[in-house]
């Protein structure tokens, strides 16, 4: 049942679209939470064991006990419910858990929420499209799923600096991660031709990779290799897959441009796992996890100084947890400098590198550098959905909110499932503000909010574009909502600390937190 609408108590869980909705509002639910609420609601007439939900939620890996009670805690928590209470989820002494409320079913499929468009089908772009989907871990150990994650994320990153391809973005290529896929949804969903799929066995100091390239709109397999390596050679061998994928996809350019995958390993092969590790954290985009990713990553420096990606990642984490009002900006902008210097001396042709230093830049307050540093990182890597959006962020900060609009869109293209689609709609959102135009402003701003209600920006952009909309009950259920995500928020904070470069736009801005009723 993938397309289906099951309505409970005040919920509504859409399976089709993802969501878990309570009244009016979308509620914030970790994949793994959302798949087992699933389960739970689809098999609803019986008690279901923990052997069934191991096998079905959890492909039949090891699990704790602690990890499935968390799991179980984190379900009720976002219903409302409690192990105490239990309306919604009753548990059954050494036999299992079981969903007990009443529930309507809409065998039909999902409907929007009221006022909002379907998506549209996503056109293919005029350049070769390619979407690599995460890599199975064949390890049977769930602990090395960092490890073929971050084969994955290599090959991505490989394929983006390759401006005749266009390269869907990490995170919306893993939402697929564990689950039967479809080649021709996913193209669809997409938006792409081709898609790369394989698998990852580690042993000691062995790896098998497997790949295989698909052509998804005549369903034909294009190219497929099995590598035996040892583990010191898995970057030639990412390399190898580069250039398989080149030359199966466009060889005439291939031959044209003599393609070489270019890379700066680092000198330890633990610091490249300490920083796949970390990337894992990075990824799932909440704040304990980017301090996990810190600390991984400060780890991997300390045995490889200069390991630009070690380094890049480390100071876009720092910027990020400032951007999401996690962390302090006067405290953290030195050590973030500090570490996207270190990178960009230690690789200048990293674009994560330049990504870093110009969000180092922004948050500075110098916008000229910038703008140069996300243009440098984009001519690096144009696929790069992160440096599209912050470069769009600068652009309004700046006050060109068309230019800005119009990256935000190109980020969400490059990314149409990724976590950070959220934050890109709220740059969008912000462009548009910024351009007196209030009601688009506020459709970019729900969006973000809908795909991650604990996202700052969209809260922000929805208070202060619904007050100069005039709409002033729906700015101060926003900033109800704004001050619940960010309790020090005021318009004396958003003077300061937004960095904004004209006085004519910071007082715009302001002013709608003034109208919304912010103290």
Same mark, same amino acid.
């Given at each position: 049942?993938?397309?289906?609408?099951?309505?409970?108590?005040?919920?509504?869980?859409?399976?089709?679209?993802?969501? @878990?909705?309570? #009244?009016?509002?979308?509620?914030?639910?970790?994949?793994?939470?959302?798949?087992?609420?699933?389960?739970?609601?689809?098999? /609803?007439?019986?008690?279901?064991?923990?052997?069934?939900?191991?096998?079905?939620?959890?492909?039949? %890996?090891? &699990?704790?006990?602690?990890?499935?009670?968390?799991?179980?805690?984190?379900?009720?928590?976002?219903? #409302?419910?409690? +192990?105490?209470?239990?309306? *919604?989820?009753?548990?059954?002494?050494?036999?299992?858990?079981?969903?007990?409320?009443?529930?309507?079913?809409?065998?039909? +499929?999902?409907?929007?929420?009221?006022?909002?468009?379907?998506?549209?089908?996503?056109?293919?772009?005029?350049?070769?499209?390619?979407?690599?989907?995460?890599?199975?871990?064949?390890?049977?150990?769930?602990?090395?799923?960092?490890?073929?994650?971050?084969?994955?994320?290599?090959?991505?990153?490989?394929?983006?600096?390759?401006?005749?391809?266009?390269?869907?973005?990490?995170?919306?290529?893993?939402?697929?991660?564990?689950?039967?896929?479809?080649?021709?949804?996913?193209?669809?969903?997409? #938006?792409?031709?081709?898609?790369?799929?394989?698998?990852?066995?580690?042993?000691?100091? =062995?790896?098998?990779?497997?790949?295989?390239?698909?052509?998804?709109?005549? +369903? !034909?397999?294009?190219? !497929?290799?099995?590598?035996?390596?040892?583990?010191?050679?898995?970057?030639?061998?990412?390399?190898?897959?580069?250039?398989?994928?080149?030359?199966?996809?466009?060889?005439?350019?291939?031959?044209?441009?003599?393609?070489?995958?270019?890379?700066?390993?680092?000198?330890?092969?633990?610091?490249?796992?300490?920083?796949?590790?970390?990337?894992?954290?990075?990824?799932?985009?909440?704040?304990?996890?980017? &301090?996990?990713?810190?600390? $991984?990553?400060?780890?991997?420096?300390?045995?490889?100084?200069?390991?630009?990606?070690? @380094?890049?990642?480390?100071?876009?984490?720092?910027?990020?947890?400032?951007?999401?009002?996690? !962390?302090?900006?006067?405290?953290?902008?030195? @050590?973030?400098?500090?570490?996207? $210097?270190?990178?960009?001396?230690?690789?200048?042709?990293?674009?994560?590198?330049?990504?870093?230093?110009?969000?180092?830049? *922004?948050?500075?307050?110098?916008?000229?550098?910038? @703008?140069?540093?996300?243009?440098?990182?984009?001519? *690096?890597?144009?696929?790069?959905?992160?440096?599209?959006?912050?470069?769009?962020?600068?652009?309004?900060?700046?006050?060109?909110? /068309?230019? !800005?609009?119009?990256?935000?869109?190109?980020? $969400?293209?490059?990314?149409?499932?990724?976590?950070?689609?959220?934050?890109?709609?709220?740059?969008?959102?912000?462009?548009?503000?910024?351009?007196?135009?209030?009601?688009?402003?506020?459709?970019?701003?729900?969006?973000?909010? %809908?795909?991650?209600?604990?996202?700052?920006?969209?809260?922000? &952009?929805?208070?202060?574009?619904?007050?100069?909309?005039?709409?002033?009950?729906?700015?101060?259920?926003?900033?109800?909502?704004? =001050?619940?995500?960010?309790?020090?928020?005021?318009?004396?904070?958003?003077?300061?600390?937004?960095?904004?470069?004209?006085?004519?736009? =910071?007082?715009?801005?302001?002013?709608?937190?003034? =109208?919304?009723?912010?103290?």
């Amino acid at each position: 049942m993938t397309d289906v609408q099951f309505s409970f108590a005040d919920h509504v869980l859409d399976v089709k679209r993802r969501e @878990l909705r309570r #009244g009016n509002g979308v509620v914030a639910v970790e994949p793994q939470v959302f798949d087992l609420l699933v389960f739970l609601i689809e098999n /609803r007439e019986r008690v279901v064991s923990k052997d069934d939900l191991i096998a079905s939620v959890w492909g039949g %890996r090891i &699990v704790s006990e602690s990890t499935l009670s968390s799991r179980i805690t984190a379900v009720r928590k976002a219903l #409302g419910d409690s +192990g105490d209470a239990q309306r *919604l989820i009753r548990t059954f002494a050494r036999k299992g858990i079981r969903f007990v409320a009443d529930v309507a079913v809409d065998a039909a +499929g999902a409907t929007p929420v009221a006022g909002e468009a379907e998506r549209p089908a996503l056109a293919l772009p005029d350049r070769p499209a390619i979407a690599v989907l995460p890599f199975a871990n064949m390890s049977r150990e769930p602990e090395q799923d960092y490890f073929s994650d971050g084969i994955s994320e290599d090959i991505i990153t490989a394929l983006s600096k390759l401006r005749w391809f266009f390269v869907i973005s990490r995170n919306s290529s893993f939402v697929y991660k564990g689950k039967p896929v479809h080649l021709r949804e996913v193209a669809e969903e997409l #938006g792409v031709r081709y898609v790369l799929e394989g698998g990852v066995r580690r042993d000691r100091d =062995r790896v098998r990779i497997t790949a295989q390239l698909n052509d998804a709109a005549t +369903g !034909a397999h294009l190219w !497929a290799e099995r590598y035996d390596r040892d583990l010191a050679d898995v970057f030639s061998v990412q390399d190898e897959i580069t250039e398989a994928i080149v030359s199966a996809i466009e060889p005439q350019l291939y031959a044209a441009e003599n393609f070489r995958a270019g890379r700066k390993p680092p000198d330890s092969m633990d610091a490249w796992d300490l920083v796949m590790r970390a990337l894992s954290h990075y990824w799932r985009v909440t704040r304990a996890d980017n &301090v996990v990713a810190q600390a $991984l990553l400060e780890k991997a420096i300390s045995l490889d100084p200069n390991y630009g990606q070690a @380094l890049s990642m480390l100071a876009t984490s720092y910027i990020f947890c400032v951007h999401m009002g996690w !962390a302090d900006a006067d405290a953290t902008a030195p @050590l973030a400098e500090r570490a996207a $210097l270190a990178a960009v001396h230690a690789d200048s042709e990293d674009a994560w590198a330049h990504h870093a230093l110009g969000s180092v830049h *922004l948050l500075k307050h110098r916008f000229d550098d910038s @703008l140069a540093e996300y243009e440098l990182a984009l001519r *690096l890597n144009p696929n790069f959905s992160q440096a599209q959006g912050y470069y769009g962020l600068a652009l309004a900060y700046g006050g060109r909110w /068309r230019e !800005a609009d119009e990256a935000a869109r190109r980020a $969400l293209r490059l990314a149409p499932r990724d976590p950070f689609a959220a934050i890109y709609c709220g740059i969008a959102g912000y462009s548009n503000f910024v351009g007196r135009n209030y009601q688009e402003a506020m459709r970019f701003a729900r969006e973000s909010l %809908r795909q991650r209600s604990d996202f700052v920006g969209g809260h922000r &952009v929805l208070t202060a574009a619904a007050a100069m909309a005039g709409e002033l009950d729906v700015a101060g259920a926003a900033l109800k909502e704004l =001050r619940r995500v960010q309790p020090n928020v005021s318009r004396a904070w958003i003077a300061t600390h937004v960095p904004i470069r004209t006085d004519a736009d =910071r007082a715009h801005y302001v002013e709608g937190f003034r =109208r919304a009723g912010m103290e």
